[in-house]
């Protein structure tokens, strides 16, 4: 009986290392969570290049909701430069912090563009206010769930 828990304990530990390999070598695109987005992936917006597109979160969400499919492929890691009203101003559990702007027209604001900046890059968060206009650049990510995800933001204004 002794043999059968020591080759159980060494059947689980064995299971236990698989499943740590296939989740280290997993792709974290898949995932759906804000979190999940790698910083370090997204090319880094530089302040002499123009941005590829300029819209309204408006414009935008409204593209999204009409033909997400088109939208993705459309603006997926392009340049964009996005305007609208400062909504939550926060980090993620990752700490990675980020801004959602919304459509200032959209009384309800459940859903609009949520700019994730450098973990630790909180300088340009801290004067913002909720409710203020705001412009910011980043590359376009996805939409996921309510939010349209824009990677390496920078505020313009």
């Known amino acids: 009986m002794k043999k059968f828990f020591k080759y159980l304990g060494l059947g689980v530990l064995g299971m236990f290392i698989l499943f740590i390999i296939i989740g280290m070598s997993g792709n974290s695109d898949t995932s759906t969570s804000n979190s999940s987005v790698s910083q370090e992936s997204a090319p880094v917006a530089e302040k002499s290049q123009g941005p590829d597109y300029v819209v309204s979160v408006a414009e935008l969400s409204a593209e999204f ?3 997400g499919l088109s939208a993705s492929q459309k603006y997926e890691d392009k ?6 009203v400062v909504g939550n101003i926060d980090e993620d559990i990752m700490g990675t912090p980020y801004v959602i702007v919304h459509d200032p027209s959209d009384e309800y604001q459940f859903d609009g563009v949520q700019c994730m900046f450098k973990r630790g890059d909180t300088s ?4 913002l206010s909720k409710g203020e206009r ?3 650049e980043g590359y376009l990510a996805d939409e996921v769930i309510l939010n349209i995800l824009v990677r390496n933001c920078q505020v313009v204004k």
């Open 65 to 67: 909701e009409n033909n």
């Open 134 to 136: 705001i412009t910011v």
């Open 124 to 127: 340009q968060l801290t004067s």
């Open 79 to 84: 340049l964009v430069r996005v305007s609208g």
